[in-house]
C-alpha cells in the first residue's frame, strides 16, 4: 500500500473520507500522532490494532467530536464532566465508566472507557466533517516511540495506511495524562502535560498500586532499539570513558565524554523538554550508539510525565 503524506487543510476532507468507509488514517494532535478509525466501528478499529502490531488486550482512547459525546459513551459522572469542561479541548484523557454502544474491542473487554477531546485544529476538522468519534492510539508501532512529526509516522507506518495528515511537530510531544475516576477521586494512570499540580484542586488523587488497569502502564513502553538507562547528573558529569559509544540525554547542558549529545532544553523549560524528547530519542536511537544514557528529569510538574516516559524506555 503507498502511504500519502499531505498537508494542511484540503486534506481534512479525504482523512474524512477514508475514515466514513472504514480506513485507519494518520492525524496529529496536540500531544502525539494518532492513528485514527471509526470507534463505533470495530472493523475500523480492528485495523488499528494490525497496522501497530497492538495485542487486543491493549485497549483505545475515543477522541469525540464535542463534549456532547462524552455522555453519549459513558456513564454519568459530575466529576468527570467537570474536568472535560475545564480541560478539554486538551491533553487530558479521562477513564470513566462506558455505556453499551462502545465496542469491546475498543475497551479490551472493560467496563470503562478512555475518552479525551484533541485541541488540535486540523483533527477537530476531521473529526466535525466525519461527525462521530475515533478510536486513536499513538501512531507507532507497537512498543516504540511515539511519533511527534509526520515522518516519524512514515518510518513507522509507512506502507501500511493510506493516509497521514501532516500537521507539523506536535506542540506537547508527550502523550495525554490518563485519569481514572473513581466516583469524587481521581487516580492518575499516565502522567502527561496536565499535571498531578493541575488536577489537585479538583479531586483527591489516589495513590497508582494496579498496573493492570491501564496497559499503558506496563513498565517497558516507549523505547528505542538501542538500549537505554536514566541516571542523576551528578553521576554523568564522572561517566567512564569505555570502548562502548555512548550518547547523552541531557535535560539541559552539553557534558563531555560521549560520542552524541541531545539537549532537551538549554533553557530549562520542562515544556521544551517534553516536546524534544521523542524525536530527541529517535535522533540517538539512529547514532548508532551502544547505549545512551539520559539524565534524570527534575520530579515535579511536567518532569514526572518525562520521568515516566523515560523510566519505560529505560525498562526494556
Ligand atoms: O495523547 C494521547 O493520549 C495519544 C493521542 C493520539 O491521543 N494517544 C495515546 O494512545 O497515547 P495510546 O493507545 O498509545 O495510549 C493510551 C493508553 C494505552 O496504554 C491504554 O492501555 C490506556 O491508554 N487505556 C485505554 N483505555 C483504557 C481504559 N479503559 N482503562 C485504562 N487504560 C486505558
Ligand atoms: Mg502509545
Not at 495485542?55 to 482512547?61: K, Q
Request: net charge neutral; hydrophobic share 40%; with cysteine.
Amino acid at each position: 500500500m503507498k502511504t500519502q503524506v499531505v498537508g494542511g487543510s484540503s486534506a481534512v476532507h479525504e482523512a474524512a473520507s477514508l475514515l466514513q468507509k472504514g480506513e485507519v488514517v494518520a492525524l496529529p494532535t496536540e500531544t502525539v500522532y494518532g492513528l485514527a478509525a471509526k470507534a463505533l466501528d470495530p472493523a475500523a478499529c480492528a485495523r488499528i490494532f494490525a497496522a501497530k502490531e497492538r495485542p487486543l488486550s491493549d485497549p483505545l482512547i475515543v477522541h469525540i467530536p464535542d463534549i456532547d459525546w462524552l455522555d453519549r459513551l459513558a456513564k454519568s459522572s459530575a466529576l468527570a464532566k467537570r474536568l472535560a469542561q475545564t480541560f478539554w479541548p486538551g491533553p487530558l484523557t479521562v477513564v470513566v465508566e462506558r455505556k453499551d454502544c462502545v465496542p469491546d474491542l475498543v475497551t479490551a473487554g472493560q467496563e470503562t472507557v478512555a475518552i479525551r477531546m484533541s485541541a488540535h485544529p486540523l483533527f477537530a476538522k476531521v473529526l466535525k466533517t466525519l461527525g462521530e468519534p475515533v478510536a486513536a492510539p499513538s501512531a507507532n508501532r507497537f512498543g516504540r516511540i511515539s511519533p511527534t512529526t509526520a515522518h516519524h509516522v512514515l518510518e513507522e507506518l509507512g506502507g501500511r495506511i493510506p493516509l497521514i495528515l501532516d500537521g507539523g511537530p506536535c506542540a506537547h510531544g508527550i502523550e495525554s495524562t490518563i485519569v481514572l475516576v473513581v466516583e469524587d477521586k481521581l487516580q492518575i494512570l499516565r502522567p502527561g502535560p496536565v499535571t498531578k499540580e493541575n488536577l489537585s484542586g479538583f479531586a483527591e488523587i489516589l495513590e497508582c498500586e494496579s498496573d493492570v488497569l491501564s496497559p499503558g502502564r506496563l513498565k517497558s513502553h516507549y523505547a528505542p532499539q538501542t538500549p537505554l538507562e536514566m541516571h542523576p547528573s551528578s553521576t554523568l558529569k564522572s561517566w567512564p570513558r569505555s570502548h562502548n559509544k555512548t550518547g547523552l540525554l541531557s535535560w539541559q547542558h552539553p557534558l563531555p565524554g560521549f560520542q552524541a549529545v541531545e539537549i532537551l532544553t538549554s533553557s530549562g523549560n520542562a515544556a521544551e523538554a517534553a516536546s524534544r524528547l521523542y524525536g530527541a530519542m529517535r535522533a540517538l536511537d539512529a547514532a548508532g550508539m551502544d547505549l545512551i544514557v539520559a539524565e534524570e528529569p527534575p520530579d515535579s510538574g511536567l518532569g514526572a510525565a518525562i520521568s515516566d516516559r523515560l523510566r519505560k524506555a529505560a525498562a526494556r
